[in-house]
């Protein structure tokens, strides 16, 4: 008979998506979210003592059954030799922006990259890393844009308080170029060009 750390690590194996302590009570008919995560951290433990491949960290609200970081160097000649999505360097510059301004308009998003970024914020809209989070009280009334779970997730982050901590302030220049319509003066980012680089990192 499994016990409800076995069941726990199975349900961990099986998610595709951070796993929340209020679907592991209710899957397992928990009386409440501390008995989830005292049983969580029995589990935790047992990773811990055996010193194997695996680990299980807090990502994105939940939990996940990840491999250990020093796997990471071979880890990295698997993933090159098969195709994968990747982020261009313009869409890891954007999601920088955003993720220590958010929400942010695209106007500002402009004005900080000194290129028009329609094309990157829409790509990043369909890979669901960004989202829209309502409109700016500005002429126009441009979409404001913020990170998503996904984004959490592909950068191993438990929120946005874990992103690096940088020294000064990222200021938005002034939008004096941007017209009416939120249209940047500067030439069209394509998005998709530039040197790839991994999602995550």
Known sequence: MPTPADVLEALLFASDTPLELERIREVLELPDARAARALMDELRARYEASSGALTILEVGGGFRLVTRPALAPWLVRLARARTRARLSRPALETLAIVGYKQPV?????????????????????????????????????????????????????????????????????????????????????????????????
């Open 105 to 201: 308009s695209r106007p500002e998003v402009d004005a900080i990259r000194g290129v028009n970024s329609e094309a990157v914020l829409d790509n990043l809209l369909e890979r669901r890393l960004l989202r829209i989070a309502g409109r700016k009280d500005a002429p126009g009334r441009p979409f404001l844009y913020e990170t998503t779970r996904e984004f959490l997730v592909a950068f191993g982050l438990r929120d946005v308080g874990d992103l690096p901590k940088v020294e000064g302030e990222l200021i938005v220049p002034e939008l004096a170029s941007v017209t009416d319509h939120g249209e940047a003066a500067a030439q069209q980012d394509p998005g998709a060009g530039g040197a790839d680089v991994p999602a995550g990192g």
